[in-house]
């Protein structure tokens, strides 16, 4: 059965500076610096900063762990909406998930482990392999597929990869099967030819379905610092975005990114990525998040 | 949006038209908007007071050059201090042969595609290359280093029933040896720098294989904690140089000033695309600029 890292464990505590231990210049400091090394952001560092000033101008007994409330509250606020919502599926079939990134963010993988997890939960899956650039990148999704016993659409190196979503989507509704996951090759968001192939992707998946895909999720890898934002902001003007995903949150990044590109974008996060196993992969919760960032809740 | 690094920097360097020299007093705002230009660029919040203390420490007493404004003073102090701290140490590899260079870096990272690029580019300098494929982890990782192998006719060692890396070194070592090749480069697994088991792979796998050269593959993309992953590999095996990858994308790349300041250890390659070709020596000025956002920098020192 499926046994869930803990979001715990893969953020650990923001240093000591939340400790019950009275505020004082440097403490303030210390705090300032744990919430830039969080890669929240310039904006959401001096909001949560501007806040514990204010209160610590008022009451100068405060304390780390009081400090670390306020900012908790202001993260809370920041992401407020950014859970998804739990029956996410729109019970057409296939539902079209299409997973979408920059190079090695974890798209793979993490068709994989959602693959394995709507399997898990009783859905008949299919996985598409539209990338048909990168050097044995058919044999990775392939023995995946294989290891978790997932059906697999896929073609040739060099094949185009709007047919090979096509053809899925053909073999996912003949077999009548609830999920199509595609994976697609990485790209930057910054070249413009990659992204022309990217939307020829959807409009040959709209031939079989006019509504698919009905989830572009881009895959975020969490060590990455302000750029994601704007790798965010281009998949979302080529592509439509309708939601995230946050890789690789099991190293030390505590992926503050997330929290800048839905500051600006508003798009919910429907999972993080927390290991390379099949289980390492977690439905998002701010309350996890924000209690793991302030080490709070515990 | 954030006001651009134009604007911000023009209105703060407005007092300091027409004083004689440079301290600490008249600069603080300057330096104020370089530190959140740092920042912004995903620049460690440590480094980039240091490098502002630096800065600081460099300008402070100089008396304003008749021919330029101040402004174009600090900032010509600033491109300097922060492309001299990007060069430092050179990006040649030792010269000897055979070299042997080990791989190794976070997941997703660059490394199997960086080896090929660098085999090739190697090739180039008359060295006879051969890749190692030291990754039993990732799904397909043997065949995509195969793969790449393949396409540029570079040889690759393989042992698809082995999960014993040092062993898979030191047999492909052999191997590369007895074919005459004299340029022989490990592909390692991405790690996350605090998986001890996997990091003392490495470590073991450094002690078999003798590496002339362990390069860190590190996206510039990176966040904060690229400070923690370079100091973390650098403690363990102690790495002779890094490569960023993914430049062709539009990260500022301040992690690059992370962890050359943190580790001392030189920049020596980057990546600027898919293709094997896509791959250059590192150049600390572009760097600098792209820090900065020199763009705009250069566009001030224009109208100042
Ligand atoms: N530690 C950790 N590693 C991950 C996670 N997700 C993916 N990885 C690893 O990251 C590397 C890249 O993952 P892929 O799934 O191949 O990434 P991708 O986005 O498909 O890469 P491209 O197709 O080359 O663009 C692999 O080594 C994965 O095992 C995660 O949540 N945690
Ligand atoms: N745009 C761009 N993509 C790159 C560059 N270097 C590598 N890539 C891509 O980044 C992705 C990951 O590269 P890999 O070489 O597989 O990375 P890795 O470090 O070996 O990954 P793991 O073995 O899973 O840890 C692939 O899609 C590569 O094509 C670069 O300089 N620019
Ligand atoms: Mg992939
Ligand atoms: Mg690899």
Known sequence: ?298 | MLESLTDRMTSALRNLRGVGKLSEENMADALKEVRTALLSADVHFKVARQFVEDVKAAATGQEVLKSVTPGQQIIKIINDELTKLLGEGSTALKDKKPLRIMMVGLHGAGKTTTSAKLAKRMAKNGYLPALIACDVYRPAAIDQLETLGQREEIPVYTDRDSKDVPKIGRQGLEWAKAQGRDLIIFDTAGRLQIDENLVQEIVKLKKEIQPDEILLVADSALGQEAVNVAQHFHDAVQLTGIVLTKLDGDARGGAALSMKAITNVPIKFMGTGEKIEEFDVFHPDRMAQRILGMGDVVSLVEKA
Request: glycine residues 12%; aromatic residues 8%.
């Open chain 1, 1 to 298: 059965k499926r046994t869930t890292p803990t979001f715990y464990k893969a953020f650990g505590k923001v240093g000591g500076v939340f400790s019950g231990k009275k505020l004082d210049q440097g403490s303030l400091d210390d705090l300032e610096e744990a919430l830039y090394g969080a890669d929240f952001g310039v904006e959401t560092a001096t909001e949560i900063m501007d806040e514990i000033q204010a209160a610590y101008k008022k009451d100068k007994s405060l304390r780390g762990q009081d400090a670390a409330v306020i900012g908790a509250a202001v993260l809370r606020r920041v992401l407020d909406g950014a859970e998804p919502p739990e029956d996410f599926l729109t019970g057409v079939n296939p539902d079209v998930i299409c997973l979408i990134g920059v190079n090695g963010s974890g798209k793979t993988t993490t068709t994989a482990k959602l693959g394995w997890r709507f399997t898990d939960d009783g859905k008949g899956v299919t996985i598409g392999a539209c990338d048909t650039f990168r050097a044995a990148a058919n044999e990775q999704i392939k023995a995946w597929a294989e290891r978790l016993d997932l059906d697999l659409i896929s073609s040739h190196h060099g094949a185009d990869s709007a047919a090979v979503a096509f053809d899925a989507w053909q073999a996912a509704k003949s077999r009548n099967r609830e999920v199509l996951i595609l994976d697609t090759a990485g790209r930057l968001h910054t070249k413009g030819n990659l992204m022309e192939e990217l939307k020829k992707i959807r409009r040959v998946l709209q031939k079989n379905d006019p509504t698919a895909p009905h989830h572009s999720w881009l895959v975020v890898d969490g060590s990455i610092g302000s750029n994601s934002i704007e790798q965010a902001r281009k998949f979302h003007e080529s592509f439509g975005l309708t939601g995230l995903i946050i890789t690789k949150l099991d190293g030390t990044s505590r992926g503050g990114a997330l929290v800048g590109i839905y500051r600006e974008l508003k798009l919910p996060i429907y999972f993080v990525g927390l290991g390379e196993q099949k289980e390492d992969l977690q439905p998002f919760s701010v309350d996890n998040y924000v209690n793991a960032i302030f080490g709070l809740g515990e």
